[in-house]
């Protein structure tokens, strides 16, 4: 009898050691969800592993932008799925919560209330940082359909737009230039303008012509060189645009004015290469001082001028072609009106207030769109071409399919000499942009130039000049995912089409070509200053 109650006690006894580890258990996690622990990556540390948690509060500024970087990873749980409105409706709203929580961060001690934008995104949080070599292909794709759709919302909606907090008369102005381009008169023809390039080339010929007739941009004197101020360092390479726009900017008879209560548009004059060029610290993995380098120059702006802050810097913008150029401007400059080479709809790229920059990649100041042209049509003997560094995670799939291809007419390659690039490119019926580590590649303008009609692998690539551009009568957007059916799409194109798309790159190429001294009408400074007008036109009500 006492040895059956004692195993009755022993029992219960063990019975209690279960029901109070199961409490701790889940005591513990739901702490972990209380207070919202982060997991760090796991990294090496001797010949060993360590890993461990950190609370939001102890991330820096700098942790956040390492974070951001790379396109975000969403779980299943934080992005709809299930159907093509759902998508499109995640994405149109993204950009459109009015709550100030959207920043769960503590403003810096010196930046006004008045830096905060009520419409800022949410900017989606990774739950790890991410080497750019592991990036992957986003959860949602959204098409150029979708963004042209996404465009004419934003625009027609005056819940996306900020009011000044006190009117001014380039208000009235803005308004109406608004109502004159959208009551334009019919335009089938043009002289200068190939009508089945554009949307709607009526709109899109008023909306120019009143450009040049009314607007006006103030630079802001303040910022030291060379990160403000000296577009000479930045003319050649990849990054180029950032100096192109800003010389021809600040030497701009047409445009400028020195009275800031006449301007319609504020241009932050910067770059972005050279800022990371100047201040990024190798091997470091912060972009803390650049991030704040940026901060410090809008309240230097905030408290020496009263612009800013009476539309909030919605009617402010800057050219920035740096791949860490979106995550650098995020905070105060997402009010602005952002103009991207890395402009990526998936991210935080906002269609409709931001500008896609044109990546133009330049050999010689001297000859800044170099020896373009190309065989005729029929002299093309190559179906797709492609040469380029493994960047990112798209080429390597690209090369990888298509390299060893018995099929004689694709030409996939590596990295070879830029000679016999150029040479592929004019003799090639189609070019192939892919991505690299981010969505934008110089191949774009390229192909243009060189009568290579662009196919663009590159999801949720926001392609320059959409306000007005009708990308898909020109060029071709494959998805990522159809990399395998990449030859059978290009042949499905038939003969007709692909002559009339030839046509099309070749009449487009006008607004693709940079010119020293003054600028022509409807070449690239015009275009890229235009999109910024005509953004910040239709976000004025």
């Known amino acids: 009898m006492d040895q059956t109650r004692g195993f009755r006690f022993l029992g219960q006894a063990e019975t209690c050691r279960v029901i109070l580890l199961m409490t701790l258990v889940v005591a513990f996690v739901l702490g972990l969800q209380h207070f919202e622990i982060t997991p760090i990556s796991t990294g090496s540390l001797g010949n060993g592993t360590v890993s461990g ?30 159907s093509t409105t759902e998508v499109l409706t995640s994405y149109e709203h993204k950009f459109l919560n009015n ?73 009235k102005e803005l308004r109406d230039a608004r109502n004159q381009i959208k009551n334009a008169a019919l335009v089938k023809k043009d002289d200068t303008l190939y009508a089945p390039l554009y949307h709607n080339l009526s ?42 726009f800003m010389k021809l900017m600040e030497s701009s008879h047409r445009f400028l004015t020195k009275d800031p209560t006449k301007a319609h548009l504020f241009y932050l004059a910067f770059s972005s290469r050279i800022l990371q060029q100047k201040l990024y610290v190798r091997d470091s993995h912060s972009r803390r001082n650049l991030v704040n380098y940026l901060r410090d120059y809008v309240d230097l702006i905030i408290s020496s001028y009263p612009f800013w802050n009476r539309t909030r810097g919605s009617d402010h913008f800057f050219t920035a072609c740096h791949d860490w150029a979106p995550a650098e401007t995020r905070g105060p400059y997402m009010n602005c009106i952002r103009s991207l080479c890395n402009a990526d709809v998936g991210v935080d790229f906002v269609v409709g207030k931001d500008v896609s920059l044109p990546e133009t990649k330049i050999s010689s100041a001297q000859n800044p769109n170099g020896n373009i042209g190309g065989n005729r049509p029929s002299k093309r003997n190559i179906l797709a071409f492609f040469a380029g560094n493994m960047h990112g995670y798209v080429r390597p799939i690209l090369l990888n399919h298509w390299s060893s291809s018995p099929e004689p007419d694709m030409k996939i390659f590596n990295r070879i000499n830029h000679k016999l690039y150029i040479r592929f490119m004019k003799q090639s019926r189609f070019c192939v942009c892919a991505k690299g580590y981010e969505v934008n590649s110089p191949r774009v303008v390229e192909s243009i130039l060189y009568g290579c009609i662009p196919v663009i692998i590159s999801d949720n690539f926001v392609p320059p000049f959409l306000e007005v551009l009708d990308w898909e009568s020109f060029a071709v957007f494959v998805p990522e995912k159809e990399i395998p059916n990449l030859r059978k799409i290009l042949i499905s194109i038939p003969v ?17 070509m940079w010119h020293d001294g003054e600028p022509v009408r409807y070449d690239m400074f015009h275009m890229i200053l235009h999109s910024v007008w005509y953004n910040r036109v239709f976000q004025t009500f």
């Open 203 to 244: 709109i899109f010929k008023r909306s120019y012509e009143l450009m040049e007739q009314t607007l006006k941009v103030y630079i802001y004197p303040d910022g030291d060189r060379p990160i403000f101020h000296q577009p000479e360092a930045i003319m050649e390479g990849v990054y180029a645009s950032e100096g192109w």
């Open 496 to 512: 007709r089409r692909y002559v009339e798309m030839h046509k099309r790159v070749l009449k487009v190429q006008k607004h693709f």
């Open 53 to 82: 948690f950190i609370e939001p509060s102890d991330i820096t500024r700098s942790d956040e932008n390492e974070m951001f970087l790379a396109p975000q990873e969403a779980t299943s749980e934080s992005r709809p799925r299930n």
């Open 99 to 171: 709550s100030p929580k959207a920043y769960n961060r503590k403003s810096r001690s010196n930046e006004t209330a008045s830096s905060h934008h009520l419409l800022q995104p949410k900017i989606p949080q990774s739950k790890k940082k991410h080497e750019r070599s592991t990036k992957k292909p986003p959860l949602v794709v959204i098409s150029i359909t979708q963004m042209n759709n996404m465009l004419l919302k934003r625009h027609s909606d005056p819940r996306n737009s900020l009011a000044p907090r006190w009117e001014s008369n380039v208000d």
